[in-house]
């Protein structure tokens, strides 16, 4: 079984809907992130969290929110998408340490009409 | 501003080929950490190799070594006995100091890795 899931895997949605992304973990791992993968821009960050009650906003917060429910899940909120939230959004999670491995979901394609 | 520039788009070899996927990064810090993570059609992000720059050793994993230049701040990927299943995208990452002091990883724009049979 995958450590780190992502759900929905793919979804299409008109502009202006509520949209959530989900991200469960059994890893054990304290620190989430998410991230927005565009073509030719690599990965950016969102939002991510380094306990329960610890929230960052990322490189590209704006027009998204997050909720750290429990130590395994973590979920991203667009509140009202938009065309240019158009992407691939990446879940994962790591250890304590700076160099420590990041381990990713399996992505989610949203697309927003 | 992007710190880390890959600037390979693409690049293709024939199976068995050695191929070195380069990457710069801009940093001011003595003491960070580099990263190269693969991503193959399936989408799945997956770790290749990192390097702790306060080592001057590189690292190596089985075919994948790195060519790390602390002073010219370059951080390539070689790919040894390339297999068809070496075929990904190859992101290099950065990780870095952010303003409230956490670390926060920076990624490249990624190199498109075809390997031909």
């Known amino acids: 079984d995958a450590d780190v899931t992502q759900t929905p895997r793919n979804r299409i949605t008109k502009t202006g809907k509520r949209i959530m992304l989900e991200c469960s973990q059994t890893?054990?791992?304290?620190?989430m992130y998410w991230y927005r993968q565009d073509p030719g821009l690599g990965l950016r960050l969102i939002y991510y969290?380094?306990?329960?009650?610890?929230?960052n906003k990322g490189e590209i917060s704006d027009g998204y929110s997050v909720s750290r429910q429990a130590q395994a899940k973590f979920s991203l909120s667009l509140e009202s998408a938009i065309p240019n939230q158009t992407a691939l959004y990446f879940c994962?999670?790591?250890?304590?340490?700076?160099?420590?491995?990041?381990?990713f979901g399996p992505g989610t394609r949203l697309t927003v009409l | 501003a992007q710190t880390v520039t890959q600037s390979q788009p693409e690049m293709s070899v024939q199976e068995a080929e050695t191929v070195t996927l380069s990457c710069t990064y801009d940093?001011?810090?003595?003491?960070?950490?580099l990263f190269w993570y693969k991503q193959p059609p399936s989408r799945q992000m997956i770790l290749v190799i990192r390097?702790?720059?306060?080592k001057q050793q590189n690292a190596t994993e089985n075919r994948f070594s790195v060519n790390f230049q602390k002073a010219a701040k370059s951080f390539s990927l070689k790919i040894s006995d390339s297999q068809l299943g070496d075929t990904a995208m190859y992101f290099c990452a950065f990780m870095k100091r952010s303003m409230d002091s956490n670390y926060q990883l920076i990624w490249g724009a990624g190199t498109k890795l075809i390997i031909k049979p």
């Open positions: 940093t001011s810090e003595n003491n960070y950490y």
């Open positions: 994962a999670t790591s250890d304590l340490f700076p160099h420590d491995e990041q381990f």
């Open positions: 969290s380094f306990d329960v009650k610890d929230i």
């Open positions: 390097q702790e720059a306060y």
């Open positions: 890893k054990g791992h304290d620190r």
